[in-house]
């Protein structure tokens, strides 16, 4: 009472990409509850406020709300920036400074829109963005394709380790938590030679963002139940950052039973999930800072027992019916075989050293563990014991010297080496889909950066030399040990052109190449993929992949109200490897199943993406995004398969005035947003390049409504939200189980989140 509470806060927030100022934002002070509203030229003013600690949030509609720290001893002004756009580049952020991958088209998912889509998993989150479509198989399991490429062409960058795993496999969901990331982004453009592997340009960056520089134990709990599966989320975060060492730490839990479709149970379908990451930072001084991360996840996953098949004429009749097999009307939490058990471990460390304020090494090293297990039905009491049993080894280093010569002009240069050991459990008495091997690789990376003015000049090369020994078991019989010695010679490179056109427009050309030499499972895959029901079968005599891609991107941000970013791609393939469908269902003594081998031809995958978003008045908000891609065997003249179908995804999102005179806490940004995903038929494909025709168009419409409460000491979220509102029967083409069933009907979901 006796404190001299005279101080005045005032300053202005702003769009990050267009610079525009941002009206009736909402500002206020945690602590003290004092807050106001941006007015036109996103100015605002506290005052009355006492010398201390606070922390002041920031929201508008269209962002991701933002907390700042401060320390209040005199009149203090700030220059807030928020990404209110939908155009953004990922960045990592490291001892202050940031590290970009170029100037890139890019999608990216704020820690808000984690929160509010938690009982997602990782792909399922990156479903509505632009590009951006999903490999599933059942409901559990999922994988993102971005421009039409996934698997092995796919790059995931786990806090800054490239996710190894069996990332082959079309029903092998990447083995990360999304809980443990602030920022997921997409990269879109080409090649990123940094980070090596053999991708032609499609990235996805896990980035948990630094520990925040702030004495105080921070945290939050968040809790979501879905009505379809009867699902449990849980996740805990807390963190701390001191001189001694800054640390945070996320668990999660979840638990599914069997999903529901719009008519009928797809029973076996259940979910668990156990993870858990741990963070810690440290500054040892002004040159040296060090990091380390260490995360486990741990997953059991069902398989629709429909898809199970024991004879032909029951395939046959699977493929026709409207009802799977074994299709029961009680629900269960219990997840029997077919099911997959994985665990994924990763341990990784991580220094940076400045020689000078413009110069620095870094030397990172992690380790890998991934654990597979899939059951399958087996007679005589050996339904325990797993058909596919997976265990694989990754160690990853790398160093990396960067020298900024001037403003205008830096460069990088860095050393790669991955070892990979991947062995087969042999407890399964079935002959192993893919075979042992061990696998080296040594790149070498260097990229360049030219900026002057209103452009910036990219160029990055890499070469990679693979060697892999591999012991295969013969097909024939007696059983014999082949053995095969591969080595492949790697190289890539991007060029990439900035130029902003004037202050509200900018137009982006990349330019890519790469080679990628073919995986172990197109090489030597022999047998039953229990997880996706179909006999996979590889070439040895596989060639090289090399592809071209070119992108063309661009900007229009007149105000903060419009956003405007259109991308077109072209991607050339020579000797494209696919896995391609074969006019054949095979019996074996584990059931029928359609057969797929991996071939090659020339192919090109082009498309256009289009994102917009408009603010139509403070309180109303409207996003459409389109993508369509198109995929064309050229050398025989027929369509690819597998390719996404042509997508439209739309939301209006209207929040409500802040409610006032609450004493206790404060009412913030209550919204209601309704959203809507139109999906094309593939149309682009022959009815004898499949087992079945290609599922109907279908539409999907979704409302939630949502609210934060804020308190002295707590910001408290909750929502509820509608998925498939009208319970629509639909199949999506990209989802492996679509021979077999229906894909997810209405479900309800809720959730709180609390922050403190």
Same mark, same amino acid.
């Given at each position: 009472m006796a404190q001299e509470c005279a101080l005045t806060v005032r300053g202005q927030v702003l769009d990050e990409v267009s610079g525009s100022p941002l009206s009736y934002a909402n500002v206020y002070i945690q602590e003290t509850q004092i807050g106001t509203i941006t007015d036109d030229d996103g100015g605002f003013i506290l005052s009355n406020v006492c010398p201390g600690h606070y922390h002041i949030i920031i929201s508008h509609i269209g962002c991701a709300s933002e907390k700042f720290h401060f320390d209040i001893e005199q009149d203090t002004s700030l220059s807030i920036l928020l990404t209110h756009t939908p155009t953004e580049l990922g960045t990592v952020v490291i001892a202050g400074t940031k590290d970009d991958y170029g100037k890139q088209a890019s999608s990216a998912i704020s820690r808000s829109k984690i929160e509010d889509n938690s009982h997602k998993n990782l792909s399922g989150l990156l479903e509505n963005e632009t590009g951006v479509h999903l490999l599933k198989n059942g409901n559990g399991i999922a994988k993102p394709v971005v421009h039409g490429l996934y698997g092995n062409r796919l790059m995931i960058l786990n806090n800054g380790i490239l996710q190894s795993g069996q990332q082959w496999g079309n029903d092998h969901s990447p083995e990360i938590d999304p809980f443990a990331a602030d920022k997921i982004t997409v990269l879109k453009g080409a090649s990123v030679v940094e980070i090596g592997g053999a991708n032609v340009g499609s990235i996805v960056l896990i980035e948990p963002k630094r520990i925040e520089r702030e004495p105080h134990l921070h945290g939050q709990v968040? *809790?979501? =139940?879905?009505?379809?599966?009867?699902?449990?989320?849980?996740?805990?975060?807390?963190?701390?950052?001191?001189?001694?060492?800054?640390?945070?730490?996320?668990? +999660?839990?979840?638990?599914?039973?069997?999903?529901?479709?719009?008519? %009928?149970?797809?029973?076996?379908?259940?979910?668990?999930?156990?993870?858990?990451?741990?963070?810690?930072?440290?500054?040892?001084?002004?040159?040296? =800072?060090?990091?380390?991360?260490?995360?486990? =996840?741990?997953?059991? $996953?069902?398989?629709?027992?429909?898809?199970?098949?024991?004879?032909?004429?029951?395939?046959?009749?699977?493929?026709?019916? !409207?009802?799977?097999?074994?299709t029961e009307s009680d629900f269960s939490y219990a997840i029997e075989a077919p099911k997959q058990k994985v665990s994924h471990h990763l341990l990784k460390a991580k220094a940076k050293y400045f020689i000078a304020e413009d110069q620095w090494v870094e030397v990172q090293t992690a380790g890998q563990v991934n654990d597979r297990k899939e059951f399958d039905i087996r007679r005589s009491g050996r339904t325990s014991i797993p058909s596919l049993s997976l265990f694989q080894c990754n160690i990853n280093t790398k160093l990396s010297y960067k020298n900024t010569v001037n403003k205008r002009y830096h460069w990088k240069v860095g050393f790669q080496n991955v070892v990979t050991d991947?062995? #087969? #459990?042999?407890?399964?008495?079935?002959?192993?889909?893919?075979?042992? &091997?061990?696998?080296?690789?040594?790149?070498?990376?260097?990229?360049?950066? *030219?900026?002057?003015?209103?452009?910036?000049?990219?160029?990055?090369?890499? @070469? !990679? @030399?693979?060697?892999?020994?591999?012991?295969?078991?013969?097909?024939?019989?007696?059983?014999?040990?082949?053995? &095969?010695?591969?080595?492949?010679? #790697? +190289?890539?490179?991007?060029?990439?052109?900035?130029?902003s056109l004037g202050t509200k427009q900018s137009l982006a050309y990349s330019l890519g190449f790469s080679m990628r030499n073919p995986g172990i499972n197109e090489l030597y895959s022999q047998g039953l993929h229990q997880g996706v029901s179909g006999i996979e079968e590889g070439d040895t005599d596989l060639s090289m992949e090399r592809a071209l891609k070119n992108t063309l991107e661009y900007t229009f941000v007149p105000n903060s109200n419009v956003a405007i970013n259109l991308l077109g791609y072209h991607q050339y393939f020579?000797? @494209?490897?696919?896995?391609?469908?074969?006019?054949?269902?095979? $019996?074996?003594?584990?059931?029928?199943?359609?057969?797929?081998?991996?071939?090659?031809?020339?192919?090109?995958? %082009?498309?256009?993406?289009?994102? +917009?978003?408009?603010?139509?008045h403070p309180t109303m908000l409207l996003v459409f995004k389109y993508s369509y891609l198109k995929g064309q065997d050229l050398s025989n003249d027929l369509p690819l398969v597998f390719m996404p179908p042509n997508r439209l995804f739309g939301s209006f999102t209207y929040r409500l005035n802040t409610l006032k005179g609450l004493k206790r806490f404060k009412l913030e940004n209550p919204e209601i947003e309704l959203t809507n995903r139109y999906v094309w038929r593939q149309g682009n494909l022959s009815a004898s390049q499949d087992f079945v025709?290609?599922?109907?168009? *279908?539409?999907?419409?979704?409302?939630?409504?949502?609210?934060?409460?804020?308190?002295?000491?707590?910001?408290?979220?909750?929502?509820?939200?509608?998925?498939?509102?009208l319970n629509t029967r639909y199949r999506d083409y990209l989802n492996r189980q679509r021979y077999f069933a229906d894909d997810l009907g209405f479900s309800l979901i809720t959730g709180i989140n609390v922050k403190f």
């Open positions: 968040n *809790y979501i =139940f879905e009505s379809n599966g009867r699902g449990n989320t849980l996740n805990v975060r807390l963190g701390k950052y001191s001189e001694n060492i800054a640390w945070r730490v996320n668990g +999660t839990l979840k638990k599914y039973g069997d999903r529901r479709s719009a008519n %009928y149970f797809l029973n076996n379908t259940g979910v668990e999930e156990a993870n858990i990451a741990v963070q810690l930072e440290k500054t040892i001084n002004d040159r040296l =800072f060090v990091d380390f991360y260490a995360s486990t =996840f741990n997953t059991t $996953l069902g398989i629709l027992r429909g898809s199970q098949i024991g004879n032909l004429t029951d395939l046959q009749s699977a493929l026709s019916k !409207d009802v799977p097999f074994y991947n062995s #087969n #459990n042999p407890e399964t008495g079935i002959l192993p889909l893919i075979p042992d &091997y061990l696998a080296w690789q040594n790149g070498i990376f260097g990229k360049i950066r *030219y900026q002057k003015a209103q452009f910036i000049l990219d160029f990055g090369a890499r @070469y !990679d @030399y693979n060697r892999q020994t591999v012991l295969a078991i013969s097909t024939t019989i007696p059983r014999e040990i082949i053995r &095969y010695e591969n080595a492949f010679h #790697n +190289t890539s490179g991007v060029l990439a052109i900035n130029r020579n000797d @494209y490897i696919f896995l391609n469908p074969q006019e054949e269902i095979r $019996l074996t003594i584990r059931g029928a199943f359609p057969v797929f081998r991996y071939e090659q031809t020339n192919a090109a995958i %082009y498309g256009v993406d289009l994102s +917009t978003q408009f603010t139509l025709e290609a599922p109907g168009a *279908y539409n999907l419409l979704g409302l939630k409504c949502s609210a934060d409460l804020i308190t002295q000491a707590l910001k408290i979220r909750c929502f509820i939200k509608a998925d498939n509102v």
